[in-house]
C-alpha cells in the first residue's frame, strides 16, 4: 500500500488568491527553491483519521493551529507513489513566526556526526501563479483545484 499524507491548504483573497506554503528543512533543500515548497503535510497511520492528522502536521510544521471549515480536495499521487489528501481553508498564518519540529541526520555524510534540523526552515505566502514554480511538481492540482473552487 502506498505511503499517505494529509495537509491543509491555507489561502488568502488578498490582490487575488495567496496561498501559504512552507520549505523543506535541512541540507539537502537548503539551496533549492523551484519546485520543493509543499502544502504543509505529514504521513498518517491506516487507523487515523486524514483530517485529524492534517491539523496535527500543519502544527508540528508551523506552530499555528487552524480551525474552521475545511473543504477536501482531491487527493493527488506524488512521483514518488505517495498519496496526499489535503484539505482548503481560508484563514491567515503569520509566515514569519513559524517554529517546526526538528529531525536529526547525520550530516555531512558518513560523518557520523549527527545534526538537529527544522523540519521546516521557512514559509511564505504566494500568489496562485508563483506557487505553481514554488510548490512539488505533484501538489499543482491542488493549487488547480482551489482555483476552480473559489471561482
Known amino acids: 500500500m502506498a505511503k499517505q499524507s494529509a495537509g491543509i491548504l491555507v489561502y488568502r483573497k488578498r490582490d487575488g488568491i495567496e496561498v501559504f506554503l512552507i520549505h523543506p528543512g ?15 503535510k505529514g504521513e498518517f497511520e491506516p487507523d487515523e ?8 502536521e500543519f502544527e508540528e510544521e508551523t506552530g499555528h493551529k487552524v480551525s474552521g471549515d475545511f473543504t477536501p480536495l482531491l487527493p493527488v499521487k506524488q ?10 481553508i481560508e ?4 509566515a514569519e513566526s513559524i517554529v517546526s519540529n526538528t529531525f536529526q541526520l547525520a550530516w555531512p555524510p558518513r560523518s557520523n556526526k549527527i545534526q538537529t534540523f ?3 526552515d521557512k514559509a ?18 491542488l493549487l488547480d483545484q482551489l482555483g476552480i473552487l473559489l471561482g
Do not use: C, M
Not at 79 to 88: D, E, Q, S
Not at 133 to 139: D, R
Open 49 to 56: 483519521d486524514p483530517l485529524h492528522a492534517a491539523k496535527r
Open 26 to 40: 535541512g541540507p539537502f533543500f537548503a539551496r533549492k527553491d523551484d519546485g520543493v515548497w509543499s502544502v504543509p
Open 118 to 120: 527544522p523540519e521546516v
Open 79 to 88: 512521483k514518488g507513489g505517495k498519496i496526499v489528501r489535503v484539505w482548503a
Open 91 to 94: 484563514g491567515d498564518v503569520d
Open 124 to 141: 511564505a505566502w504566494f500568489h496562485l501563479d508563483i506557487a505553481r514554480e514554488k510548490i512539488n511538481a505533484g501538489q499543482i492540482s
